[in-house]
């Protein structure tokens, strides 16, 4: 893989600064951001705070399995984002 460091790299302060940067640099005001329940509080907050619009997906317990029949569900022509957390912080 050639990567030009100048401009394919971003450099943060762990994976929160991470996501707040993309979060900034990909989305726009009204952009849908689906999230899988439970999640990292922040995740919310970033999404938020971007004025994206969220869309949450519960998983099952007590194995924590994703339904894809409720991710269809939740996926519209905003879609931009689907996060995947892993390992899922908080479960």
């Known amino acids: 893989m050639t990567v030009n460091p100048e401009t394919e790299i971003t450099v943060s302060a762990g994976a929160t600064g991470a996501f707040q940067c993309a979060c ?6 009204g952009d849908e951001v689906i999230i899988f329940k439970p999640y990292y509080g922040n995740h919310l907050s970033t999404v938020l705070a971007v004025e994206a ?18 991710l269809e569900d939740t ?12 390992p899922g912080n908080p479960s």
């Open 53 to 70: 619009v969220p869309g949450v997906v519960s998983l099952r317990g007590p194995d924590w399995n994703l339904s894809l029949d409720d």
């Open 75 to 86: 996926i519209t022509d905003r879609t931009k984002v689907i996060v995947v957390n892993t």
């Open 24 to 29: 900034i640099v990909l989305l726009h005001p």
